[in-house]
């Protein structure tokens, strides 16, 4: 697909559409309810409108510092150079570095910090790198598209092909039952902090069961449900407000989506529908069941400072 889903804006920051458990458990009358905050409604255009990035060449007293100023801005460390061309992490170029396995214009540099110009040619253990420009889609995967490399199944990857003549991987796993929010780039180095284990970012998912979530059960997922003798934590759940009981969203940390069918199995229910309505603060806000569009730089920032 190489239509966009719409701009964003700085539409992310947007709260949570669960409130925590014991906030609202039980309502006056004693009814056992869990009024959350109209998770069915999270996503309200953003009364402020969102401030346009330019291009503007910083102000110079003449023609000459205006070019020094541009050309400086445009040279990148080397470790970052080696990592935006896909072959290694950030912290791994850092040992080729060192270990004398980057050269750069003929020239073997192990100095830390040594900055490469524009023109400059960097060769990895003898291939000529040709750093890429960053690219990240967001799609709103609707089903019957995975991540999986499985010649029977349509690959996610087809719907986002045209956005860029780089090749895009996607940020984690996602099967064909399972829609919503998958994350596609070139930047290495985000992939590989978006699917470490120990990446704590939250998402937030509405799932829909096959029969009503009892309350108690609601409760035995908050306090924590055992999965192959680990105990699984989840940062807020509630019913979706105005649904059948059987509508329910849930946050947690984990970046494995059958995680989340793994808490409901476990309790005997099975999960009709699963649908990741946000990733890492970003929503579905103004992105159709199938299309996607580009990250703005904000987020981009964003996601580069999440812990």
């Known amino acids: 697909m190489n239509k966009q889903g719409g701009n964003s804006g700085n539409r992310n920051n947007k709260k949570s559409s669960f409130t925590k458990k ?23 255009k953003d009364d402020k409108p969102f401030k346009k990035w330019t291009n503007d060449k910083p102000a110079s007293s003449s023609p000459a510092t205006a070019k020094l100023a541009v050309l400086k801005s445009e040279d990148i ?5 080696v990592s935006n061309s896909g072959v290694c992490s950030r912290r791994d170029a850092d040992l080729y570095i060192q270990s004398g396995n980057v050269t750069v214009n003929g020239e073997a540099i192990t100095e830390m910090g040594y900055k490469v110009k524009p023109g400059d040619k960097v060769v990895f253990d003898g291939v000529l790198l040709n750093p890429e420009k960053k690219v990240y889609v967001l799609l709103n995967k609707p089903k019957g598209f995975s991540t999986a490399d499985d010649e029977n199944v349509s690959s996610a990857y087809d719907l986002v092909r045209n956005a860029s003549t780089s ?4 940020v984690g796993r996602m099967d064909k039952s399972t829609v919503g929010l998958l994350l596609f780039t070139n930047d290495n180095e985000m992939i590989q902090k978006f699917t470490n284990t120990a990446q704590h970012s939250s998402k937030l998912y509405h799932v ?5 979530l009892k309350y108690e059960d609601l409760e035995k997922v908050q306090t924590g449900v055992y999965i192959n003798e680990h105990k699984v934590w989840v940062e807020e759940i ?4 105005n649904q059948p009981k059987s509508e329910v969203g849930v946050k947690l940390k984990t970046s494995n989506v059958k995680v989340v069918r793994a808490i409901f199995e476990k309790l005997d229910y099975n999960v009709i ?9 970003l929503t ?3 992105i ?5 569009r580009f990250l703005t730089e904000q987020e981009v920032i964003n996601l580069k400072n999440l812990k």
């Open 273 to 281: 529908k699963l649908d990741r309505v946000m990733y890492a603060g």
């Open 77 to 81: 460390r080397l470790n970052k150079y």
């Open 238 to 241: 509630s019913y979706v407000e």
């Open 288 to 292: 159709a069941r199938g299309q996607w």
């Open 22 to 44: 014991g906030s609202s458990d039980k309502n006056k009358t004693g009814d056992k309810s869990v009024s959350g905050s109209k998770f069915s409604k999270p996503y309200k």
């Open 167 to 170: 090749v895009l991987r996607p």
């Open 208 to 212: 829909s069961l096959d029969k009503n």
């Open 284 to 286: 579905k806000w103004g």
